[in-house]
């Protein structure tokens, strides 16, 4: 019977998340989605690749493509954008410098920090009809604590250097809400221009 009912919680779980990710601020065709999908994408990875410094720099254009796609892109295509940021960060070795290889511990966390802040938008804003300001701070001090929290059992448990604990932190709020704010006039221009 426990069985059972943990397989049924799972497909309930599931499904619902599958529905969540296929909200959308407004309706795009199916080309122009995949488009966005490819621009975003390419944001996440190239930034972090070409550009590695400064943090701040690269952590805005990032969390601006999560959120733009977070508004509008469904289901899979949210997966690359989601994925492809430490990936990048991770191939360019620079940004933590001689540290970069305590990357990969993290790399598991920092998609689910990802998916916080676009599952956020998807919830609160979409879903729920929050104001814009009030699910970006949601998102954003989310993503942030849960980052941080994982480096600091991570460092805890010795597996991590100290470093990450900055980087993990208040750095991730602060360019999850800056990259917000610039996902926003972005967004909005693109809605209107898509309504005429």
Known sequence: MKKYIRIVFKVFVMKYIYELANVQDYAVGYFYEHIEMFIYSAVCFFVPFFMGHPQLFVGIAVNAALVAAALNLRGYKLLPVIMLPSLGVLSRGIIFGPFSKFLVYMIPFI????AIL???FKYFRLKKNHSYAYTLAVG???KGAFLFLSAFILYKLSIIPVVFLTAMGIIQVTTAISGGIAAYGIHYTKKSLAAR
Request: net charge neutral; charged share 0%.
């Open 140 to 142: 954003a001090l989310t």
């Open 111 to 114: 998609w689910a920090g990802n």
């Open 118 to 120: 676009v599952f956020s």
